[in-house]
C-alpha cells in the first residue's frame, strides 16, 4: 500500500513538470496508479476546491460509527457518468460517436451503405464545428451507432475499441483518447473506493464501449458497470425468439445484431440503477440532464444524507469548454439542489499539466 501511494506522488510530480516519457498528459498506467486514501493523498484538486472538501467530510462522517451521518458499509453505493464526468466528451463529442464518424468515413477496411456514409458525411462538420445537429439527425446518429459494426463478435468490436483509443484527441494537445480522463474525478473514485464505498459507473455510452475504456484503468470490476445496451445475436437465430433459440457452440458466433442500443440515459438510468445495483446510491455524479434521473433518485426521499453533483465544462484553455452551456447548467443545479463541480476554478490540471486546447 505504502509503495502504491509513494508511487503516486512521483507519477503526480512528474506530471507537474511535464516529464513523463516527453508527454505531458497522463497515460493509462499512470491513470491506474493514482491511489487516494486519505485526504492528504490529493494530487489534482486546488487547495480551496470546495468539492474536495465536500467529499472529504462526506465520508468521514460516512465511515465514522459515532457520526449521525454514518453509512454501513453494505449501503455506501456511488454512481458516476462516464463521458463528461470523468472522461473527456469534448473532442469533439462523446467517444462512441466519434469513433462512429470515422468508421463510416475514414475506415479504410470497412464499406458502409451509402445511405449510412452520406449521413456521416453530412453530420461530421456539424460535429466537428459544433453547430449542433437537429432532433432528427441526433435520433439517426443513434440508430448507426451498432449499424455500422453489424455482424462483430463482442471480441472484434472491444478490439476496434482499443484501436480508436489510441488515435490523438481532437482539439487537445499530447492526448490520447484513450488517456483523456479528468485526473481529479478519477481521484474522487479512488478515494471512495479506498474508504469502503461500492463505486458503478451508470453511463449512456455503450456498455462493451465503457468496459473497454476503463477496463484496466480503474478500481471497478466488471459488473460495476451499468451503461447502454447492445442488441446481440447469434449467426444461426434467424428468425427465432432468443429465449427460445437453441445455440450451438460449435455452429455459431454470438455478434452485434446492428439494431440500435437500449439507450441508458435521464430517468432510465433510475431503472438501471434499481435492476442491476438494487440499492439507492448516496453519492452521484454527472455533468449533463441526461444525468438527471441518477441525481434526482439519489436525493429522493434517501435514509442517509446524499448529494448530487454535476461537473461544468467551464475551462475553454485546458479544455473544450463552453462557458454560456456551463452558466445555464450551474443556474438549474442550484436550483434542483445539486452540487456543482468547476473545472476551470477547482481542478489543478485536468489530464496533465501541458495539455491545452490546439484550436
Known amino acids: 500500500m505504502k509503495a502504491k501511494k509513494l508511487l503516486t506522488a512521483i507519477l503526480s510530480g512528474m506530471l507537474a513538470f511535464g516529464s513523463v516519457g516527453g508527454v505531458q498528459a497522463a497515460s493509462r498506467a499512470e491513470v491506474a496508479a493514482i491511489h487516494v486514501e ?6 489534482y484538486w486546488n487547495d480551496d476546491s470546495p468539492t474536495k472538501q465536500k467529499i472529504i467530510e462526506f465520508v468521514e462522517d460516512a465511515i465514522d460509527p459515532m ?23 469534448t473532442a469533439p463529442l462523446y467517444f462512441q460517436e466519434t469513433m462512429f ?17 452520406k449521413f456521416a458525411e453530412k453530420i461530421k462538420p456539424k460535429i466537428y464545428n459544433k453547430t449542433g445537429l437537429t432532433a432528427s439527425e441526433s435520433k439517426t446518429l443513434v440508430s448507426y451507432l451498432t449499424k455500422a459494426y453489424e455482424g462483430m463478435t463482442p471480441e472484434e ?3 476496434y475499441v482499443r484501436n480508436f483509443m489510441n488515435d490523438p484527441e481532437t482539439g487537445l494537445t499530447n492526448l490520447k483518447r484513450g488517456e483523456a480522463f479528468y485526473l481529479p474525478m478519477i481521484e474522487i473514485m479512488s478515494y471512495l473506493t479506498n474508504n469502503g464505498f461500492a463505486v458503478y459507473i451508470d453511463s449512456a455510452c455503450g456498455v462493451d464501449t465503457t468496459r473497454e475504456l476503463v477496463g484496466d484503468i480503474l478500481p471497478i470490476q466488471s ?19 432468443p429465449a427460445s433459440h437453441f445455440f450451438d ?3 455459431e458466433k454470438i455478434v452485434i445484431s446492428g439494431k440500435p442500443v437500449d439507450e441508458n440515459a435521464k430517468t432510465v438510468k433510475i431503472f438501471s440503477i434499481l435492476n442491476q445495483i438494487g440499492k439507492k446510491p448516496v453519492l452521484a455524479f454527472g455533468n449533463s440532464m441526461g444525468d438527471s434521473g441518477m441525481f434526482e433518485y439519489t436525493l429522493q426521499d434517501n435514509k442517509y444524507r446524499s448529494m448530487s453533483f454535476m461537473v461544468l ?11 454560456k452551456r456551463a452558466a445555464s447548467d450551474k443556474a438549474f443545479a442550484e436550483k434542483r439542489g445539486w452540487e456543482t463541480i468547476s473545472m476551470r476554478d477547482e481542478f489543478k490540471t485536468i489530464y496533465g499539466y501541458n495539455v491545452r486546447r490546439s484550436n
Not at 464518424?101 to 456514409?117: G, I, Q, S, V
Request: glycine residues 2%; proline residues 6%.
Open 38 to 43: 486519505t485526504a492528504e493523498d490529493f494530487q
Open 67 to 89: 457520526s449521525p451521518y454514518y453509512i454501513p458499509p453494505e449501503d455506501r453505493i456511488a454512481t458516476f457518468d462516464m463521458d463528461g464526468t470523468f472522461y473527456c466528451e
Open 101 to 117: 464518424l470515422y468508421r463510416a468515413t475514414e475506415d479504410k477496411n470497412y464499406t458502409p451503405p451509402k445511405k449510412m456514409r
Open 157 to 159: 468490436y472491444r478490439a
Open 223 to 241: 459488473d460495476r458497470i451499468v451503461a447502454s445496451d447492445f442488441v446481440y445475436t447469434s449467426t444461426k437465430m434467424d428468425k427465432d425468439a
Open 249 to 251: 457452440r460449435y455452429k
Open 313 to 323: 465544462c467551464d475551462d475553454t484553455e485546458r479544455e473544450l469548454g463552453n462557458a
